[in-house]
T-cell receptor
Framework: SQQGEEDPQALSIQEGENATMNCSYKTSINNLQWYRQNSGRGLVHLILIRSNEREKHSGRLRVTLDTSKKSSSLLITASRAADTASYFCATAGTALIFGKGTTLSVSS | GAGVSQSPSNKVTEKGKDVELRCDPISGHTALYWYRQSLGQGLEFLIYFQGNSAPDKSGLPSDRFSAERTGGSVSTLTIQRTQQEDSAVYLC?????????????FGQGTRLTVV
């Protein structure tokens, strides 16, 4: 079963713009993680935010977590064509469960 | 090895045959996960191994699917009597410790095609 649900399913922006993706989940979690996938193969971990944290930054990435609303957002600032990929949130509870992902397309 | 290794990279099999997919996790990682991803879809959780604990098999779609992890390291996912709907990329991941408190490292997956 999939717990996380990303929104939007697809996002197209121009280079230099910011991209925001949202994730909603249903049950309690230990932490929430964001991953990136290129070309439908292996995923790469981007950032982890613990359930007692509200915001976290890593380079051009900013993640927020609202446990009362069971939601998280991933912001990519100053996007680049190389950011084109699928982005998934994953909730860590009794297992690591992924959502369906947001496909981001950044055009130059 | 330096990363999670999966073999084979690609597997084409005839409907009704059994297949085995292999995953070599990063040395020292106690947690191992298997996922299935159909074209353009998200990751479907299959099974989760954590150390010597009983695996979480709640995601296995049918009794044709099974997985083992020998010696706390290598894992094999077996699909018996394959069907066309089993066609997908099967992804394996491992992480350092329990409680899912650290990032998972993924292999490049096995693309299974059932014809």
């Amino acid at each position: 079963s999939q717990q996380g649900e990303e929104d939007p399913q697809a996002l197209s922006i121009q280079e230099g713009e910011n991209a925001t993706m949202n994730c909603s989940y249903k049950t309690s979690i230990n932490n929430l993680q964001w991953y990136r996938q290129n070309s439908g193969r292996g995923l790469v971990h981007l950032i982890l935010i613990r359930s007692n944290e509200r915001e976290k930054h890593s380079g051009r990435l900013r993640v927020t977590l609202d446990t009362s609303k069971k939601s998280s957002s991933l912001l990519i600032t100053a996007s680049r064509a190389a950011d084109t990929a699928s982005y998934f949130c994953a909730t860590a509870g009794t297992a690591l469960i992924f959502g369906k992902g947001t496909t981001l397309s950044v055009s130059s | 090895g330096a990363g999670v290794s999966q073999s084979p990279s690609n597997k084409v099999t005839e409907k009704g045959k059994d297949v085995e997919l292999r995953c070599d996790p990063i040395s020292g990682h106690t947690a191992l996960y298997w996922y299935r991803q159909s074209l353009g879809q998200g990751l479907e959780f299959l099974i989760y191994f954590q150390g010597n604990s009983a695996p979480d098999k709640s995601g296995l779609p049918s009794d044709r699917f099974s997985a083992e992890r020998t010696g706390g390291s290598v894992s094999t996912l077996t699909i018996q009597r394959t069907q066309q709907e089993d066609s997908a990329v099967y992804l394996c991941a491992s992480s350092l410790n329990r409680a899912l408190a650290t990032e998972a490292f993924f292999g490049q997956g096995t693309r299974l095609t059932v014809v």
